[in-house]
């Protein structure tokens, strides 16, 4: 599906000292805003109600463990979706990354997160510059490059499993899966990675000229906003934090697939949705798709509960996602769907 944006320059007609002034919301606005945190409410009662365990302490702390590396991949998901644009290379970034960094630990020890993290990022930029110079769609610009990210995890792998031994793995990354004062590390580097997101979207000018190329790309650009550069940096963005969930998981499992991030694109494209960051930009953020990626968390732990297959969880986020987009997008930009 190719949806065109209609876009045009807007110019504020209410004008009070000097200042445009802000309509209030509307009553759709309203429940689209509060609906993800009421959702996630009704979701913790329902599921606490199936089972009494679920809040406790350790099976909390066990179901954000699960979902840390999912958070990291929406975390840059949410970037690319915020200027209008979609992410399918994350899961192949993040399989490939898995493959590199096991081979590169045993070479350079600890230095190979950042190498990974940098190489996350390199195919992200190519995604973002293949986008804007040839001017191909997001969607089939990231599914190209997330073949070939595919490819390149299958070749330099053998098209096999690795596994990184005990002592090398406490001596370069073992401090991934610690405990700091009962809370496991995984969280943490989540919620700092969270932190890094929210300022960079809030207190930076690329943050800002994000959103004004999400709201309105032609605008944006009559602004002065440099919006290849914005977009190349955007999905460079994006790939490197694919790649720093593609770490986490090898470190949390000891190893590395080409295809161990399968089934991890779904999922964070539905919660980035869900926090409220629609496909068509300029609304939402990082903090909506944590709310989004809980909503995701306490709905796999149920189907959990219920003994449903991961494979069969996938049909449930597919008509999801379908929910999310059509309550979530916003039809003013849209003048044809193709």
Known sequence: MKIIRSES??????????????PPLTGREKITRYLPILTLAVLVALVSLYNPDFLKLNNIFQMLQDASTLFIMALGMTF???????????????????????????????????LTLALGALFGAVSGWVHTRFKISSFITTLAVGGIAYATGQVISGQRAFYI?????????????TTVFT????????????L??????????????MKAVGAGESAALASGVKVVRVKILTFAIAG???????????VRLSGASPTMADQFLLPAIVAVLLG?????????????????????AVIRTSMTYLNVEAQAQQIFFGALMIVAIAMTIDRSKISTVK
């Open 240 to 250: 490197a934090f694919a790649a720093a969930a593609g770490v986490l998981l090898a």
């Open 165 to 177: 031994p005990g002592d090398l793995r406490s001596q370069t990354v073992g401090w991934m899966t």
């Open 80 to 114: 690319v979706i915020y200027i209008g644009g979609i992410d399918l290379s994350a899961q192949s970034i993040a399989s490939m990354s898995t493959v590199v960094l096991v081979i590169l630990l045993s070479q350079v020890g600890v230095l190979a997160i950042p």
């Open 276 to 296: 409220g960051t629609p496909l068509t930009g300029g609304v939402g953020g990082v903090v909506s798709t944590l709310i989004g990626t809980l909503i995701v």
């Open 196 to 209: 890094l997101a929210l300022l960079m979207e809030r207190r930076t000018a690329l943050g800002r000229h």
């Open 183 to 194: 809370l496991p590390a995984e969280i943490i580097i989540a919620a700092v990675l969270l």
């Open 9 to 22: 320059l807007a110019v504020p007609t209410n004008i009070n000292n000097g200042s445009p002034t802000r």
